[in-house]
């Protein structure tokens, strides 16, 4: 059940991608051109995401002691910032400005075969290799105690 959830919510996900049309990484790319081509319709689809979700996030956190599927909720609690984590956004903010796509927008656009995600995703699935396969440099252990 839980799997059948989780794949139900992916398709959610990727048909409200497809219908803002967040799937096109000119439109992307646009929200990002702020002295050119500015298209600020990216922010209404995170505001509205945000109205959605906020409201029954909340709701579920306060009446519930668990989620359905899980033992417990895992809301991240650290507030440190590593080079990791750093590192990370960086080249995450690089590449969607170079490429439009994020992870989400860039599997939705996958099966149309656009040159840009037959580029982006191997790039994006190897960063992701990367990523997990990189020894942990920060100067924190992952408790947030200091070494």
Not at 53 to 71: I, K, N, V
């Amino acid at each position: 059940m839980k799997q059948l959830f989780a794949l139900l919510s992916g398709v959610i996900f990727g048909l409200g991608l497809i219908v803002s049309g967040m799937s096109d990484p000119a439109k992307v790319l646009n929200f990002l051109d702020l002295f050119g081509s500015w298209d600020a319709s990216l922010a209404f689809v995170m505001g509205g995401a945000i109205l959605v979700a906020a409201p029954g996030f909340a709701w579920l956190t306060r009446h519930r002691e668990r989620p359905f599927y899980d033992s417990k909720f895992r809301i991240p609690t650290r507030s440190d910032l590593d080079p990791r984590l750093m590192a990370g956004a960086a080249i995450f903010g690089i590449g969607w400005g170079l490429g439009g796509f994020c992870p989400g927008p860039a599997l939705t656009s996958l099966p149309i075969a656009a040159a840009g995600t037959l580029v982006f995703v191997p790039f994006m699935l190897g960063g992701m290799w990367l990523a997990r396969h990189t020894p942990d440099l920060s100067l924190t252990s992952r408790t947030g105690d200091a070494s």
